[in-house]
């Protein structure tokens, strides 16, 4: 998919408002820099598609993995709930990566 930067922002912004049912598409969230539009999920993740200033394009995903902690009980003790929040906060897990186009899976809408 070659493509200069303008026609793939606009390509994103297009993506980016059909997996909003054809609302206007959303604003770009930036990370590095680069500009992201969610372009699509799961019952785990969301999948954003960006475009970097050089025109490079990019795939970003950000989800939960399975927990190995139960969540506590009522009447949990701090600890308990200690543990509980830093296995849910090191549950999650972030990727980007350059792509050379936006082809496979990137959720669905």
């Known amino acids: 998919m070659t493509?200069?930067?303008d026609e793939a922002i606009a390509f994103l912004m297009d993506w980016n408002s059909r997996?909003?049912?054809g609302d206007a598409p959303n604003p770009p969230s930036e990370r590095d820099?680069?500009?992201f539009w969610c372009v699509g999920q799961n019952s785990t993740h969301e999948f954003h598609a960006g475009v970097g200033p050089d025109g490079r394009l990019y795939s970003y995903?950000?989800?939960q993995i399975p927990m190995d902690v139960e969540d506590p009980a009522e009447d949990a003790t701090d600890e308990e709930w200690a543990e509980f929040?830093?296995?849910y906060e090191a549950s999650w897990e972030e990727t980007t990566r350059e792509v050379e186009n936006f082809n496979g899976y990137y959720g669905h809408f």
């Open 85 to 87: 929040h830093r296995a």
């Open 61 to 63: 995903t950000i989800g």
């Open 3 to 5: 493509m200069t930067r």
């Open 19 to 21: 997996y909003n049912g």
């Open 33 to 35: 820099g680069i500009l």
